[in-house]
C-alpha cells in the first residue's frame, strides 16, 4: 500500500535529542471519511492521488493506518501568547513524518486534531470541520498569493461529534510544511533543554532550512539574521495584501518563515490599522497596524533564546542580537515599499514613494475603503469606484501618483501589467468563506467551496467570474469575529 500510495518518510526530526518530542500515535477514530485532497499537492509531493483516496488513504489522513517508514510523534515546544509565557507543544496534533518528494525536498506531514498527546493539558485533541476546511481554503489562497505558507492536503471527516460550546462534527487536518520549527520551540529549548540540545536544534534549522550559513564564521548569528529575513519579508506580504493573523504567538511564528496556524486569521475588507478578528484580541496587540511591531517583538523572544550560542560574553552576546534587530524595520519597510510600487504600477525607486504610499493608506483609512477594491479600482483605471472619489485629497494624490508615472520609463501599458500582477482580483473574504463553510458543514454540500477554491486558486487572473466574489458583505451591525481554540 505504501509503496503505491507514494509515501517515501525521512524522520530527520525524530533524530533530535529527546526532549524536543514524545512518540506519539494519533488516536483512531471511528468512521474516517475523506472530504478533501489536494490533488496538485498531492503530485507535487510525489503520492498518488487515486491510492490516496482508497480507504486505506483516507485511513492514513485520519490517523487509523501509520504508513511503512512513519514515526508519529509530538513536538514539544513554549510560547508567548498575548505575552504570556508557557509550555506548550502539539496538543491536538501528530507529525507523521518528513515526506521526501521525488525532487528530493522534504516536507513534514502532520495530522491537527488526531487526538490527545502529552502535551494536550486539558484539551481533548480534536478539531471541528468548519476550522479545518477554513485553514484549508486560506492556506491555499495565502499558497496562491504568493505568500510563504503551511499548506493543505488533505481533510477528513472522523465520524465523531466534539463538544465545544456545541456538539460539532470533528475532522482532521494534514498540513505539510517546510518544517513545524517555531519561535517557541528555541524557547522551549532554552527554558527546559541543556546548552547541547539547544546548539543540537539550531544546527538542525540551519541545515534544513538556511545550509548556505552552516559555515558562516558565527552561524547562529545567521540564523537569527535569515530568520528576521525572512520574517520581514513574510509579513510586509501580509499587509500588502491585508492578511491579518490574528494570534500571532511565538509558538505561531516559524523559522522557515512560513505562515502557520490559521485560527483566527481573517483578510480586512475595509482600510482600517486598527483591525483586529479575533475575539479575544481585546487590546489590539496583533490589529493589521501592528503585525510588524509584533514580528520583530516575537524575533527579540528568538534572539533571547538564543543568546547563549551568539557568544560566550553575555553582553556581547546581546549587542550581537540588538545589532540585528535593529534591520527588521528597514528590512520590512524594504520589502513593503517594493510590494507596494508594484502595486501602483511602480517600476524605480524614488525618495517620495513612501510619502505617496502613506497619502494612500490615509486616504483610505479615512474614507473606509475597501483594501482590495481599491487597488483594482485604480488597476482598471476606475477612480469612480474608490470610496474617496472627487475629494481634494483624492485629486491632489492622483495628480502626484500620475506625475510619478510619468517619470519612468515603462508605458501606461506595462504599469497596468505590472498592478494586474500585483493586486488580486480576489481573496477569501470573510463572508464568502463562511457561506462555504456553512454549506459543507450544515448540509455536507462541498461545491460553494470547491467554487470558492477555484477563484482563489488564480488571484492574479482578472476573468468576469472573478467580479462577483469582489462584492462587499451586506453591511452588518456586528463586526466579523474569529475564534481561537477551534
Ligand atoms: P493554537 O491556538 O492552535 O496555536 O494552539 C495553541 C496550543 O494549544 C497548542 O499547543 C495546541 O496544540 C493546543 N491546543 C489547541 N487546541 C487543542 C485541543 N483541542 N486539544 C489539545 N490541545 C489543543
Ligand atoms: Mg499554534
Known sequence: MTKKSGWNFDNSYARLPKVFFSNTNPTPVSAPEL??????????????????????????????????????????????????????????AVLIGEQITPQGDRFDIQLKGSGRTPYSRGGDGRAALGPMLREYIISEAMHALGIPTTRSLAVVTTGEEITRETYLPGAVLTRVAASHLRVGTFQYAARWGSIDDLRALADYAIKRHYPAIEKAENPYLSLLEEVIKRQAMLIAKWQLVGFIHGVMNTDNMTISGETIDYGPCAFMDKFDLATVFSSIDREGRYAYG?????????????????????????????????????????????????????????????????????????????????????????????????????????????????????????????????????????????????????????????????????????????????????????PSTHPYRTFCGT
Open 35 to 92: 472530504v478533501k485532497i489536494n490533488e496538485p499537492l498531492a503530485a507535487a509531493l510525489g503520492l498518488n492521488v487515486e491510492e490516496l483516496k482508497s480507504e486505506d488513504g483516507a485511513a492514513v489522513f485520519a490517523g487509523n493506518s501509520i504508513p511503512e517508514g512513519a514515526t508519529p510523534l509530538a513536538q514539544a515546544y513554549a510560547g508567548h501568547q498575548f505575552g504570556h509565557f508557557t509550555m506548550l507543544g502539539d496538543g491536538r
Open 290 to 474: 501592528n503585525q510588524p511591531n509584533i514580528g520583530v517583538w516575537n524575533l527579540a523572544r528568538l534572539a533571547e533564546a538564543l543568546l547563549p550560542l551568539l557568544d560566550d560574553n553575555e553582553e556581547q552576546a546581546v549587542t550581537l542580537a540588538q545589532e540585528k534587530l535593529s534591520d527588521f524595520a528597514g528590512l520590512f519597510k524594504a520589502n513593503y515599499l517594493e510590494g507596494m510600487r508594484a502595486k501602483l504600477g511602480i517600476f524605480n525607486e524614488e525618495e517620495q514613494d513612501t510619502a505617496l504610499i502613506e497619502g494612500l493608506n490615509k486616504m483610505m483609512q479615512k474614507y473606509g475603503a475597501d483594501y482590495t477594491n481599491t487597488f483594482l479600482a485604480l488597476t482598471f483605471d476606475k477612480p469612480e469606484e474608490t470610496a474617496f472619489f472627487g475629494t481634494s485629497e483624492f485629486n491632489e494624490w492622483n495628480e502626484l501618483w500620475q506625475a510619478r508615472l510619468g517619470r519612468q520609463k515603462e508605458s501606461k501599458e506595462n504599469s497596468q501589467e505590472l498592478m494586474r500582477n500585483s493586486n488580486p482580483s480576489v481573496i477569501p473574504r470573510n463572508h464568502r468563506v463562511e457561506e462555504a463553510l456553512e454549506a459543507a458543514v450544515e448540509e455536507g454540500d462541498y461545491s460553494v467551496m470547491e467554487r470558492l477554491l477555484e477563484v482563489l486558486s488564480s488571484p492574479y487572473e482578472h476573468t468576469p467570474e472573478k467580479k462577483e466574489y469582489c462584492t462587499l458583505p451586506a
